[in-house]
């Protein structure tokens, strides 16, 4: 299966240099890596508290360099801005 992804150039140059070093392919050394990394035996995160979740509004931008605010009137978008700055 292809997968398309961005990763750190850094990253991305020590799996190439790994893969010429023992003759591989990259999406060898790459899958290997993946393997290796432990992903259903890591617990997950607990919430730290019974708070719900805080829902973020969904900015679009076009184009043109406009954004766009989901659902949120200009005045609305200010205020949820104003609060979130209170709240830390």
């Given at each position: 299966?292809?997968?398309?992804?961005?990763?750190?150039?850094?990253?991305?140059?020590?799996?190439?240099?790994?893969?010429?070093?023992?003759?591989?392919?990259?999406?060898?050394?790459?899958?290997?890596?993946?393997?290796?990394?432990?992903?259903?035996?890591t617990p997950r995160r607990q919430p730290k508290s019974q708070e719900p979740a805080?829902?973020?509004?969904?900015?679009?931008?076009?184009?043109?360099?406009?954004?766009?605010?989901?659902?949120?009137?200009?005045?609305?978008?200010?205020?949820?801005?104003?609060?979130?700055?209170?709240?830390?």
């Amino acid at each position: 299966m292809k997968v398309t992804i961005d990763l750190p150039e850094d990253l991305i140059l020590d799996l190439k240099l790994k893969a010429v070093h023992e003759r591989r392919k990259l999406k060898d050394v790459v899958a290997e890596r993946l393997r290796a990394t432990p992903t259903q035996s890591t617990p997950r995160r607990q919430p730290k508290s019974q708070e719900p979740a805080q829902s973020l509004p969904v900015l679009k931008a076009t184009a043109k360099g406009k954004v766009a605010v989901a659902g949120l009137s200009a005045q609305q978008m200010s205020d949820w801005i104003k609060q979130q700055a209170l709240d830390d």
